[in-house]
């Protein structure tokens, strides 16, 4: 009888659509788990295709790829350890999310996914179907069960794999991060392994895909809920875990416990991934941005940096007549200090050829937000010239707040390919620029030390397209203003419940006009990675003609 069971727990960053390289990293993990003595390796939930595929996987020459890719990787790996790996199955005309163990040169089993999530980011329901629950498997003496993914966030699949013999739980996962989400997890595995009295692996993988990033953060745990091995938050990595059978069943030996960063770090970590993995990913190799002066574009150069290498970022500064000694200074600072290439391209004379050739159509008029706006979308187009010439992507710097109201200019500002702080409030903002300022992690690839200048933090936020101009002359004060965002997007709080929390019902009612006449704006914005639960695009999705105001 069996009596150690060695599995290599494969915590990796696939790519979506890249069949042959997904296929190809799965091969090399198993190699090391065959050089390591393994007698299993695992990979994460549809692994061979890349997660999430969205629709995708509704093209049939794609599902046929990788179930042909899964066939000859079974071929391939025939003389060593079984390996699991996720990828897409067709049975009975239907489309399943499963889970291939391979072994001995063919597929030995099918795992189908029971429960199809369709909340927040997932859409399963629409591209695959749901299975029956399956019973375990056997890999070398060792009976397991597979839960996949969802199927563990409920009680059903694990039970029913513990009732029909399975002696381990060995869960793929494709979850991505939101803050807390580590706990989250943490909680209800212990909630598995306590109903069904087994020991349990959580594999899940890592690496950004469009506004999602996978934070890895796998586990194992033993009955009673012990935590036994934690692997690195964000990090890939390959661990090989032991189990080994006594009186009263199989139970993990212990490993290492990789400590799970606060938010703030692990906010700023998904931002540099997300966007570090977009730029590889989608072919891009630098990137630029323009840096005012102003604590939104010095974050996102300072990610940006952090992701590329100081080499390969682009500081550009656009100023006009408005824009102030201290911008200029300030920002000449903060690219000094990042290392970066700066740049400077004013709009002057560009702002005046438009001027004059608008002039006879705006006679009779007074200067307002459309001269304003004439300034950013200038800027947006300088921006893009550089992005085409030099084949390097634009990042666009709006904070969540912005987003939320609309306090930026559409074929302006919000020009560019991506978005790392999209899903941060501005008072976030501010903690994040202390943060980085005051850390230094292995996995930066910017320099330590402050790297945003003090007075950018400290001094008063300002789009400079007038004199004189205040971010608080449009809006409320952003502690007042976050505040009221997050009840009225994050809890779906009304203005009734709101102005009970002592807020100014004028100013919540403005900031909800705000929000629901900037939806058009969101709509067609730059991607931009997910932090919360409630991020604009897959989280909340609201229409753009929306007449309805909460009269409460």
């Known amino acids: 009888m069996t009596d150690t069971f060695n599995l290599m727990l494969a915590q990796l960053n696939p790519v979506v659509g890249d069949i042959a390289g997904n296929v190809a990293r799965a091969r090399a993990a198993w190699a090391n788990a065959r050089a390591a003595g393994a007698d299993m390796a695992a990979l994460t939930e549809m692994f061979v295709t890349g997660y999430q595929t969205q629709d995708l996987i509704l093209k049939p020459a794609f599902v046929s790829a990788a179930i042909a890719a899964v066939e000859a990787l079974a071929a391939d790996c025939a003389d060593g ?27 030995h089993a099918r795992v189908l996914k029971h429960h199809l999530p369709n909340d927040a980011v997932f859409d399963e329901k629409r591209v695959f179907a749901s299975a029956d629950v399956h019973g375990p498997y056997v890999v070398r003496g060792v009976r397991i069960g597979t839960p996949i993914c969802e199927d563990a966030w409920h009680p059903d699949v694990a039970e029913t794999l513990a009732e029909t013999g399975a002696e381990i739980l060995l869960i793929p996962n494709g979850s991505p991060y939101h803050r807390g989400k580590p706990n989250l997890r943490l909680n209800l595995m212990v909630s598995r392994v306590v109903e069904t009295g087994l020991p349990l692996v959580y594999l899940n993988m890592v690496g950004g895909q469009d506004d999602q990033v996978f934070d890895g953060s ?9 935590l036994m091995a934690q692997l690195p938050q964000f990090d890939e990595c390959e661990v090989m875990v032991t189990f080994r059978r006594g009186a009263e069943g199989w139970r993990a030996d212990p490993g290492e416990i990789a400590e799970i960063p606060p938010i703030g770090e692990a906010d700023y970590r998904a931002c540099v991934m997300a966007l570090g993995d977009y730029m590889r990913k989608t072919g891009f190799k630098k990137a630029l941005l323009g840096l005012s002066g102003g604590i939104d574009s010095a974050i996102v150069a300072a990610m940006a940096v952090d992701a590329l290498g ?6 550009v500064m656009l100023p006009s007549e408005f824009t102030s000694r201290q911008s200029l200074d300030l920002a000449l600072a903060a690219a000094k200090a990042l290392g970066c290439r700066y740049d400077t391209v004013p709009i002057s004379g560009a702002q005046a050829a438009v001027g004059e050739a608008l002039a006879p159509l705006f006679a009779g008029t007074e200067p307002g937000i459309t001269e304003e706006n004439i300034q950013s979308r200038l800027r947006g187009v300088m921006l893009m010239a550089l992005s085409n ?27 560019g390919g991506y978005n790392p702080v999209k899903d941060m409030y501005k008072t976030r903002m501010f903690l994040t620029a202390r ?25 008063p936020p300002s789009a400079e397209l007038r004199a004189n101009q205040r971010d608080n002359d449009s809006l409320p004060p ?31 009612k403005k900031v909800e006009h705000l929000l ?19 991020a604009f695009w897959l989280d909340r999705r609201y229409p753009i003609v929306n007449r309805f105001r909460d009269d409460s």
Not at 218 to 226: D, E, K
Not at 310 to 315: D, I, K, L, S, Y
Not at 435 to 453: A, C, D, F, L, Q
């Open 435 to 459: 943060w980085r300022n005051e850390n230094h992690r292995p996995w930066m690839k910017g320099p330590p030390g402050e790297v945003i200048p003090e007075a950018i933090i400290t001094r």
């Open 389 to 415: 010439k030099f084949g390097e992507m634009l990042l666009t710097t709006g904070n969540k707040s912005e987003m939320a109201v609309g306090y930026c200019t559409i074929y302006g500002d919000m020009n």
């Open 218 to 226: 796998s586990m194992v745990l033993n009955p009673g809920g012990r």
């Open 310 to 315: 100081p080499e390969n970022v682009r500081c």
């Open 516 to 534: 629901y006449i900037a939806e058009y704006k969101r709509f067609q914005s730059a991607p931009g990675v997910r932090l919360t639960q409630k």
């Open 81 to 107: 350890p079984a390996i699991g790996i996720g990828g897409p199955v067709r049975q009975g005309g239907k489309l399943y999310n499963g889970y291939y163990v391979l072994e001995g040169g063919r597929v």
């Open 478 to 508: 952003y502690e007042v203003l976050d505040a009221i965002l997050e009840c009225l997007v994050e809890k779906e709080m009304s203005v009734a419940e709101i102005v009970a929390l002592g807020f100014d019902r004028a100013t919540v």
